[in-house]
């Protein structure tokens, strides 16, 4: 278990990154819009259980790293933390695309269909494998004796938070924001705010000793 200060800042890092958009939200909201809130729910519940692949992945991995090579260590870290600085800075700049999807009523065939579809298209999607390698080091002691089980509660707890992001997002567009026509602007703020945050984020980490 991370000490106090670094789970703080965890989990304030995680929340800004499950709310910046991506692959998998774009997903949720797709079939928010397309099919309704359950499909949307469903979505996130398929993302959340392809995310345990990369979690348990990463714990085997990181493990290994980390006890072997304190410098191979450092390099993933200082490598996160420029990866956190450059998705805040694509997510301050990026403009929202336009989603219009004509809405239809699932049903348990399709809503099983989504879930399938999420959990294998975050199993597949390498980003997310280089996401775990390159975030988790960086609220990790690896001065401690229980590595392995920090990296397993930081991943598990990601992967919750995400999980409960992405039904909100799925019950948002679906009742709300697919029918407010300036979404964009709204969308537009969110990813400022989420990209100021990350890029600061990024260079503390850097900066730490």
Known sequence: M???????????????????????????????LSYGTKAGIFAAFGIGLGCFVHIFASVVGLSVIIRQSEILFNIIRYAGAAYLIYIGFRSFIEKPS??????????????????QQGAITNVLNPKVSLFFLAFLPQFINNHSADITNQILFLGLWFNFSGTVVNILIALLFSKIVAKLSNFQQFWKIQNKISGAVLIGLGLQIALKN
């Open 2 to 32: 991370p000490d106090f200060q670094q789970f703080t800042l965890f989990v304030l890092a995680a929340l800004m990154l499950n709310i910046t958009p991506g692959n998998d939200m774009v997903f949720v909201i797709s079939r928010s």
């Open 98 to 115: 336009t989603m219009i999807f004509s809405q239809n009523k699932s049903d348990t065939k399709t809503n099983l269909k989504t879930l």
